[in-house]
């Protein structure tokens, strides 16, 4: 059984994809999910997707499939850099009931 977020607050995903329908999804999947109790917001662009980094409390990054791996070695450089110990999260697929099962063992684990 998914482990859910019952605090007040909401736990900030940064999603970062490739393709931009596939990250609508992922976005819409998120913000949604009416058990969980999640914020995401995100981008196709690595600039961007830095700065709401840089300007948003977030508690969990997770990586959509399509970057390549020198982009991803990169973002998340910065991103433990930045603040470490961030939990980043690489999504490869397989359905919203894989991704909030990734979701919920990642948050878990804190």
Known sequence: MPITNTASQPVN???IGKDPE??????RLLNEHKPA?????GSTDPDQCR???????IDLVLITNGID???????REDFL???PGILILQHFGGGSGLLFGE???ALAHV
Request: aromatic share 6%.
């Open 37 to 41: 109790n999640y914020h995401a917001i």
């Open 81 to 83: 850099t930045r603040r």
């Open 13 to 15: 995903i940064l999603v």
């Open 51 to 57: 700065a709401l980094f840089a300007d948003s409390d």
């Open 103 to 105: 979701i919920a063992q």
């Open 22 to 27: 596939i990250l609508k999804v992922v976005l």
């Open 69 to 75: 791996a020198t982009l991803d070695a990169s973002l």
